[in-house]
């Protein structure tokens, strides 16, 4: 699994503390050391599964080939152009009968939204299922391949291409 903008990795954390699957290998990249460290202290039992890269994933290539590429809080900082940018060069990273899953704040319903706006001046760029479908296909993948599915709180959106 490649895991784009890992942040403190709990997802990792909670994923195998729950699931004991410690031989499933994930590569993190994330551009904040100090988020790596405190993924590190986080997931210490679990180190021999993860790799952490420290680089922005628009520097980041690579030649490896994987199941899973996953993204969940980035892609909503994002404009149009970067995200088809981006999930266009997903594609040569992922093996055949792989998932991309990209995670976006949803257009139609996030009820802290003014308030992440008003109080904390956090502007992201919230998203329709229509418009993550046009951006997949914009980016060059089939729109047989591409799904969205939501949380049930129905605030995030996750855009699923396979390939």
């Not at 021999?48 to 520097?59: C, D, G, V």
């Not at 030649?63 to 999930?87: M, Q, R, T, V």
């Not at 904390?120 to 980016?139: F, K, M, S, V």
């Amino acid at each position: 699994m490649l895991n784009i903008a890992s942040g403190p990795a709990r997802d990792l954390y909670e994923y195998y503390k729950e699931s004991k699957n410690n031989f499933v290998k994930c590569t993190c990249i994330e551009m904040d050391a100090e988020a790596i460290k405190h993924a590190k202290r986080l997931n210490k039992d679990y180190l021999k599964s993860i790799e952490f890269i420290n680089k922005n994933i628009f520097r980041f290539n690579t030649d490896n080939k994987y199941d899973l590429i996953w993204s969940a809080g980035l892609f909503d900082y994002f404009d149009d152009k970067a995200f088809i940018l981006l999930l266009s060069r997903f594609r040569k990273w992922l093996k055949p009968g792989g998932e991309i899953i990209i995670g976006n704040f949803n257009e139609n319903h996030n009820p802290s939204r003014v308030f992440m706006e008003l109080f904390g001046e956090w502007y992201l760029n919230h998203r329709t299922e229509e418009q993550l479908i046009n951006l997949a296909i914009d980016a060059g993948f089939k729109k047989e391949k591409i799904k969205v599915e939501r949380e049930p709180e129905n605030v995030n959106l996750f855009l699923r291409i396979k390939l």
